[in-house]
């Protein structure tokens, strides 16, 4: 009899989990079309999704009712306000960039991210820095 009333409670949850995700992939195709090499991860309860659109490396994060919360485009360092190099040159002595990325939130608000070693370093709109946060 538990084993049993474990099974439906697994099989429940199982069926919950795959209804949110079905929501931010509904979301998710309403909002980008003509996309190519996808994939899906869930990340703090949320769903991200990497992809490609008019060739430019993209994701975007959805909530599990299939809210979007935030979008994130690849950009060169060439493409980052110009305040924020010398910030991170002063600051961050010797640490490489691996990525670099706009984030863009649903009310228009713009940031940018450095990605390095273990962090996520923010910035606003302008290159003004705004915080470190664990990748």
Not at 8 to 27: E, M, P, R, S, W
Not at 55 to 74: F, V
Request: proline share 2%.
């Amino acid at each position: 009899m538990s084993i049993l009333a474990l099974a439906i409670v697994f099989n429940l949850h199982a069926q919950d989990k795959a209804k949110t995700t079905d929501a931010a992939k509904a979301a998710f195709a309403k909002d980008f079309q003509n996309v190519t090499n996808v994939k899906w991860d869930k990340e703090d309860g949320n769903y991200e999704v990497d992809f490609v659109q008019a060739g430019k490396k993209m994701s975007a994060l959805y909530d599990a009712k299939g809210i979007l919360k935030e979008t994130e485009l690849a950009v060169t360092t060439a493409e980052l306000p110009a305040a924020i190099m010398p910030y991170f040159k002063e600051h961050y002595k010797n640490v490489a960039i691996k990525e670099t990325g706009k984030i863009t939130k649903p009310s228009g608000e713009v940031n940018f991210e450095l990605g390095v070693k273990g962090k996520d370093i923010l910035f606003d709109a302008n290159g003004k820095f705004i915080k470190e946060a664990k990748d």
